[in-house]
C-alpha cells in the first residue's frame, strides 16, 4: 500500500522567501509528525498533530515556522522569511493514534531537501 | 527532559565482525525506545523497539537491542554485519503517551569487506 508521501523532494529557495512542505501521511494514520535533520542539530521533532486535538508545537524553533493538518489528513508545514540556517531535510512520520501502554510505529517519508541559499 | 546519548559517531567493522552500537538515555518517566535505520538516500526505518516485557528485543535484519533499566542503556548488536549493513543508525526514546521521539545524533556503521 501508500506509504508516507512527501513534496517537493527538493526545494531551493532565496534567503527571506516563504516554503511550504507537504505530507501525506498513511490513510487511517491518526498521528502525525513533523522532524528535521540536519548536520548541525541531528534528528529533530518540530511538531505533532493528534486526530482533533490541539497540536503539540513544542519543537518548533521560531515563530517563523508553522504546520497546519486539514480534515486529519494532509499536513502543511510552512516557513516564513527562510533563513540559511533552515536549511535540513525536513521529515514527516504517521502512525496509529498512540496511547498509554502502547506504542505503534512512526513510519517516515523520504522527506523535503530544503537548500536556502 | 529527555535525551539520547549515542556515544559513536562512527564505528568501522569488517564483514562478518560482530558490532554493537551504544545507546545512552536519560527520563523521569516511562519511556519507549526504538531504534531507527537510514540507508544512503533513503527514509527512516524502524528496525526494533522496546515496550515493555523482555529486555531482550530482536529486529529485522538480525539486530538485536537489550534494555538495561539500572544503566539506561539500549545497545543495538549484530552477530555478524553484512556489507549491506552499511548505514546510519538512530536509537530514539518516546514517552508513553505521545510518541513523539527524541534522537540521538546518530552512529554511522561502515562495513568493509
Known amino acids: 500500500g501508500a506509504g508516507v508521501s512527501q513534496s517537493p523532494s527538493n526545494k531551493v529557495t532565496e534567503k527571506g522567501k516563504d516554503v511550504e512542505l507537504r505530507c501525506d501521511p498513511i490513510s487511517g494514520h491518526t498521528a502525525l509528525y513533523w522532524y528535521r535533520q540536519s548536520l548541525g542539530q541531528g534528528l529533530e521533532f518540530l511538531i505533532y498533530f493528534q486526530g482533533n486535538s490541539a497540536p503539540d508545537k513544542s519543537g518548533l524553533p521560531s515563530d517563523r515556522f508553522s504546520a497546519e493538518r486539514t480534515g486529519g489528513s494532509v499536513s502543511t508545514l510552512t516557513i516564513q522569511r527562510t533563513q540559511q540556517e533552515d536549511s535540513a531535510v525536513y521529515l514527516c512520520?504517521?502512525?496509529?493514534?498512540?496511547?498509554?501502554?502502547?506504542?505503534?510505529?512512526?513510519?517516515f517519508g523520504p522527506g523535503t531537501r530544503l537548500t536556502v541559499t | 527532559a529527555q535525551s539520547v546519548t549515542q556515544l559513536d559517531s562512527q564505528v568501522p567493522v569488517f564483514e562478518e565482525a560482530p558490532v554493537e552500537l551504544r545507546c545512552n538515555y536519560s527520563?523521569?518517566?516511562?519511556?519507549?525506545l526504538f531504534w531507527y535505520v537510514q540507508y544512503p538516500n533513503q527514509g527512516l526505518q524502524l528496525l526494533l523497539k522496546?515496550?515493555?516485557?523482555?529486555?531482550l528485543v530482536k529486529g529485522i535484519n538480525g539486530f538485536e537491542a537489550e534494555f538495561n533499566k539500572s544503566q539506561t542503556s539500549f545497545h543495538l548488536r549484530k552477530p555478524s554485519v553484512h556489507i549491506s549493513d552499511t548505514a546510519e543508525y538512530f536509537c530514539?526514546?518516546?514517552?508513553?503517551?505521545?510518541?513523539?521521539?527524541?534522537f540521538g545524533t546518530g552512529t554511522r556503521l561502515q562495513v568493509f569487506p
Open positions: 527520563s523521569s518517566v516511562s519511556v519507549y
Open positions: 522496546y515496550l515493555s516485557g523482555s529486555t
Open positions: 530514539a526514546v518516546s514517552e508513553s503517551n505521545t510518541d513523539k521521539l527524541i
Open positions: 512520520a504517521s502512525s496509529l493514534h498512540p496511547g498509554e501502554y502502547k506504542s505503534y510505529e512512526q513510519y
